[in-house]
């Protein structure tokens, strides 16, 4: 009798034991759910934090995207208006040079002081120390030169022959730039420009212009400008200063 209590107390310890031990089971289960949902939600917001971070760091990016692309419009304006600036610049400093070598052409009624002015401003401004002045004759059929700088030049040109006559007739400015092609033979393949200077319509002279300083690629939009001062400015003066040396020597007879 005694062994079978003992039996069934040892029974019974054992069974208590094992609920003991299934409800720890249970406890730590249950800890373990605890900690698993805290996790969830730590992991969940931690996700929340990220996307978040993710969010800000994507609009810093967008922002040094625009920042670098605001600061590379910057310097393009930067570099535009100082070209502008520089552009500007010598826009004045080429008017201020035609202003003077207008103001110098009709400030003298020299003849070879007009006809020195005309080379110096072909000289300085186009960019030509190889030029003819060429003036029409009194019946008006031939161009005579009269004034020569840097190449040889003492033959009339009939009007209406080759380009320096066919200028002189049409009263157009001719520029090889302008030109496909051969211009012609003999000089004519040598000339770069040929101005005819004009009073009104009538052509009383031609500028022949041939090699240009190795500096000078080209005619530019001033040089078609000057041109056209040159047509009518140095024609008056040529003209003016034509008219003082026939009063000089009449004066003098």
């Not at 730590?42 to 600061?71: K, T």
């Not at 052409?105 to 002045?133: D, F, K, M």
């Not at 000339?191 to 009383?204: N, Q, S």
Request: aromatic fraction near 4%.
């Amino acid at each position: 009798m005694a062994e079978e209590r003992r039996g069934e107390s040892y029974v019974d310890r054992v069974r208590a034991d094992t609920r003991d031990y299934a409800r720890e089971l249970l406890h730590e289960n249950e800890k373990l759910r605890t900690m698993l949902v805290a996790l969830g939600e730590q992991a969940g917001a931690l996700r929340g934090q990220l996307a978040e971070a993710q969010e800000r760091l994507d609009r810093h990016r967008e922002q040094g995207v625009r920042l670098e692309e605001q600061l590379q419009k910057a310097e393009t304006d930067s570099r535009r208006f100082a070209d502008r600036y520089v552009e500007v610049e010598r826009e004045n400093s080429n008017l201020a040079n035609l202003y003077v070598a207008s103001y110098r052409l009709h400030s003298t009624l020299e003849r070879g002081e007009v006809l020195a002015v005309i080379h110096e401003i072909l000289a300085n401004l186009v960019g030509c120390e190889e030029a003819v002045v060429l003036e029409a004759s009194p019946d008006g059929a031939a161009l005579l030169p009269v004034s020569a700088q840097g190449v040889e030049w003492r033959d009339p040109v009939a009007v209406g022959e080759g380009l320096i006559g066919r200028a002189a007739k049409t009263g157009e400015t001719y520029l090889a730039s302008d030109r496909e092609g051969a211009c012609g033979p003999g000089r004519d393949a040598a000339l770069t420009a040929c101005v005819p200077l004009k009073l009104g319509e009538r052509v009383v002279g031609v500028l022949a212009l041939f090699r240009l300083l190795p500096q000078k690629r080209g005619f530019e939009a001033l040089d078609r400008e000057l041109f056209g001062l040159l047509a009518t400015h140095a024609a008056m003066a040529l003209h003016c200063s034509a008219l003082g040396v026939g009063r000089a020597a009449g004066g003098a007879e």
